[in-house]
């Protein structure tokens, strides 16, 4: 006699989640519940935003700037206020004393648009920042947007009210004259755009570099060396070679906005932005093929 068992009962099958593949293709039935959209410039801005804003040297190298700038071009336009004669400035520029501090207080702009990009390449995060976003000429351009853009508001904020300070302490001193217009827009706005653009030049330094120290040394020999260079040259034989480096050293760029030039030839009123923003734009084109053409 045969014994039957019937069979066991079976449990429903569990329904499928709404995420799981149903049958019929490759994932028809899979729907992200993270919204996937195009990565476009204005995500790496934000990213470059959130991290010069972030890190420490930013707020290093800025404040020393802040304090040089103000302390250099107040300290020495109350100096010539306490020691100057009856027609000792006369007809002079009382801007034209904020060149100090601009010129001391530039090392901390390229110093922090070294760091920008060098940095990254030291501590290895550049990796992470080219695996979110993968085109590095993006990458690059919003670097150097928000460098450009903190760097300019920083120095136009300072430059600017070292220059109102000093015509408020000179007023009258010396037979100095009244600013006109274009004076005020070259010792606030020019020398601004021109230390934005010199730090902007160190940044694409520092990307072709790939080295802190490195790109910082060189970016302070371009700034200084031409000059020191040419105040040693006295053989006749070197005189155009000696103009050459006085009329076109940064120091004496920096000057023209003052009207204050180092050499009585070469660069005047505006020319060294112009300068400044050909071997930057440059320096980008450099940078840019050698970032699509080397490895991270």
Not at 12 to 32: K, N
Not at 39 to 67: D, P, Q
Not at 127 to 136: E, G, K, Q, V
Not at 237 to 245: D, G
């Amino acid at each position: 006699m045969s014994t039957h068992q019937p069979p066991m009962p079976q449990a429903p099958a569990a329904a499928a989640p709404d995420w799981q593949a149903a049958s019929g293709g490759p994932y028809p039935g899979y729907t992200s519940p993270i919204p996937v959209r195009p990565a476009h410039l204005g995500h790496a801005l934000a990213s470059e935003w959130t991290k010069i804003k972030s890190v420490r040297s930013t707020m290093w190298t800025l404040g020393v700037f802040i304090v040089l700038v103000l302390g250099i071009g107040l300290m020495a336009a109350s100096l010539v206020s306490s020691n100057s004669g009856p027609d000792s400035m006369s007809d002079q520029n009382p801007l034209q004393f904020g060149f100090f501090g601009l010129l001391i207080g530039s090392m901390c702009i390229i110093t922090l648009g070294v760091l920008t990009t060098a940095s990254e390449y030291g501590t290895g995060m550049i990796r992470t920042t080219m695996t979110a976003c993968p085109s590095r000429v993006r990458v690059l351009a919003a670097k150097a947007i928000v460098f450009f853009a903190v760097a300019f508001v920083v120095t136009l904020a300072t430059s600017g009210f070292v220059a109102m300070v000093q015509v408020s302490m000179l007023k009258g001193v010396g037979g100095a004259r009244t600013p006109s217009t274009d004076d005020w827009l070259k010792a606030t706005v020019g020398i601004s755009l021109y230390l934005a653009l010199l730090g902007l030049f160190s940044l694409l330094v520092g990307s072709v570099v790939r080295h802190s120290a490195g790109a910082i040394t060189i970016m302070i020999g371009a700034v200084l060396a031409p000059l020191v260079i040419a105040l040693f040259m006295a053989a006749q034989s070197l005189e155009k070679v000696r103009q050459w480096l006085l009329e076109y050293s940064i120091p004496s760029q920096m000057s023209c906005f003052y009207d204050n030039s180092l050499s009585s030839s070469g660069p005047s009123g505006w020319d060294p932005l112009w300068i400044m923003l050909g071997l930057t734009a440059a320096a980008f084109a450099g940078a840019c093929a050698l970032l699509q053409q080397r490895d991270v």
